[in-house]
């Protein structure tokens, strides 16, 4: 939601007890802070809600905009931090009505950072799907702490990458020499051991790539034809698609002459 009340917002009023309704159904809802910063307690409705994912502005530089609303936000006595994070939301470049672009700036540019942020998430974690505290939990252990308060920063700003970051890790065992015409072997796995299954690409100048799959794969060293040398570089390379996520490894290999 890039929109909020002009003055600061309650978490009892009605936009904020319709979102929460939304919330409460499996809807996750990202709004902006406000821009009535640096003035604390400025953060506007219904980014003021718990169960609103709320989003100040931060620059390429990662400086907060001073116009990004800041926290807390009071309810019944209580403080409560906002916003939750921050994301690019200065001199951002968007479309606009009637066709055409336009740069903008505000806590409206960066609210749409995070929900990109939360698809992206749950494509790679659908178990999170409708959960919007463990949603805000990933992206908050997962922000970039850019030294502000917590009222000015939340957690700090958003990182994707960080935050669906694979939970696997592929491995390269092999040799780092090998003489030529040698046969020489290649084992995949994860990062407990596991044996992987992968796609392998043996390259080596001069030479045609060799491809091979399996977890446990077999080469035999190509020749050295470059006279004025005694050794070459090759490259491994190995390939898995795992979750739609493309995981590329590499080692490199010398093959020496006989």
């Given at each position: 939601m890039?929109?909020?009340?002009?003055?600061?917002?309650?978490?009892d009023?009605v936009?904020?007890?319709v979102?929460?309704?939304a919330?409460?159904?499996?809807?996750?809802?990202?709004?902006?802070?406000?821009?009535?910063?640096?003035?604390?307690?400025?953060i506007?409705?219904?980014?003021?809600?718990?169960?609103v994912?709320?989003?100040g502005?931060?620059?390429k530089?990662?400086?907060?905009a001073s116009?990004?609303?800041?926290?807390?936000v009071?309810?019944?006595?209580?403080f409560?931090?906002?916003?939750?994070?921050?994301?690019?939301?200065?001199?951002?470049?968007?479309?606009?009505?009637?066709?055409?672009y336009q740069t903008?700036?505000?806590t409206?540019?960066?609210?749409?950072h995070?929900a990109g942020a939360i698809?992206?998430?749950l494509?790679a974690?659908?178990?999170?799907r409708?959960?919007?505290?463990?949603?805000?939990?990933?992206l908050?252990?997962?922000?970039?702490?850019l030294?502000?308060g917590?009222n000015i920063?939340?957690?700090?700003r958003?990182d994707?990458?960080?935050t669906i970051?694979?939970?696997?890790?592929?491995?390269?065992?092999s040799p780092s020499?090998?003489?030529e015409?040698?046969s020489?072997?290649?084992?995949i796995?994860?990062?407990?051991?596991?044996?992987?299954?992968?796609i392998v690409?043996?390259?080596v100048?001069?030479?045609i790539?060799r491809?091979?799959?399996g977890s446990t794969v077999t080469?035999?060293?190509p020749?050295?034809?470059?006279r004025?040398?005694t050794a070459i570089i090759?490259?491994?390379?190995?390939?898995?698609?795992l979750?739609?996520?493309?995981?590329?490894?590499r080692?490199?290999i010398?093959?020496?002459k006989?």
């Amino acid at each position: 939601m890039s929109f909020g009340t002009e003055t600061p917002g309650s978490p009892d009023d009605v936009i904020c007890q319709v979102t929460e309704d939304a919330v409460d159904v499996g809807v996750i809802v990202v709004a902006a802070a406000g821009n009535s910063g640096p003035k604390i307690c400025s953060i506007s409705s219904p980014g003021c809600s718990k169960k609103v994912i709320c989003v100040g502005s931060a620059d390429k530089n990662d400086v907060i905009a001073s116009s990004s609303s800041r926290g807390p936000v009071i309810q019944g006595g209580n403080f409560i931090i906002k916003p939750d994070v921050v994301a690019p939301g200065v001199d951002i470049i968007s479309t606009k009505v009637n066709g055409g672009y336009q740069t903008m700036s505000g806590t409206s540019m960066a609210t749409p950072h995070v929900a990109g942020a939360i698809t992206l998430l749950l494509q790679a974690k659908p178990e999170y799907r409708g959960d919007y505290e463990e949603i805000k939990k990933v992206l908050q252990e997962s922000a970039v702490d850019l030294g502000y308060g917590a009222n000015i920063q939340g957690s700090g700003r958003i990182d994707i990458l960080n935050t669906i970051e694979p939970s696997y890790e592929l491995r390269i065992q092999s040799p780092s020499e090998v003489n030529e015409k040698e046969s020489f072997e290649i084992s995949i796995s994860d990062k407990e051991g596991n044996p992987v299954k992968a796609i392998v690409i043996l390259k080596v100048p001069f030479h045609i790539p060799r491809i091979s799959f399996g977890s446990t794969v077999t080469f035999e060293a190509p020749n050295v034809f470059i006279r004025s040398r005694t050794a070459i570089i090759g490259e491994i390379i190995v390939f898995k698609l795992l979750n739609r996520d493309d995981q590329v490894k590499r080692n490199i290999i010398i093959f020496n002459k006989n």
